[in-house]
């Protein structure tokens, strides 16, 4: 049974700093890379950054780039979303989710196989 669940969500001023964590069981082997998405109002959900559970390789979204880092820790069963700088853009529910594929490149939607519950970033002064 796979289980993902997402913590650290929360109110921070512009200009802030958040970790999000995913802690991960039961993945299909195929399932090579874990990710973290983000759905705002109004808008459809996206990739925000992606990571291979094996080599590590990432991919990020040009508007987090240099902001935000993606991390494992593998013996944790765990993946973490360092945010820093947030902007009033990067308000979103954000979802942990394993994606299909073995490239965290393909770090779209329409590839995930299963999502977390998701925990709301509010970035608001």
């Known amino acids: 049974q796979v289980q993902l669940a997402e913590s650290g969500g929360g109110l921070v001023q512009p200009g802030g700093s958040l970790r999000l964590s995913c802690a991960f069981s039961?993945?299909?082997?195929?399932?090579?890379?874990i990710g973290w998405f983000r759905q705002a109002p109004g808008k459809e959900r996206e990739g925000v950054s992606c990571i291979s559970r094996f080599n590590g390789n990432t991919y990020y979204k040009d508007s987090v780039k240099g902001r935000f880092t993606i991390s494992r820790d593998n013996a944790a069963s765990t993946v973490y979303l360092q945010m820093n700088s947030l902007k009033p853009e990067d308000t979103a529910v954000y979802y942990c989710?394993?994606?299909?594929?073995?490239?965290?490149?393909?770090?779209?939607?329409?590839?995930?196989?299963?999502w977390g519950q998701g925990t709301q970033v509010t970035v608001h002064s």
């Open positions: 989710a394993t994606v299909r594929g073995l490239s965290p490149a393909f770090c779209y939607s329409d590839k995930v196989s299963y």
């Open positions: 039961g993945l299909p082997l195929n399932d090579y890379v």
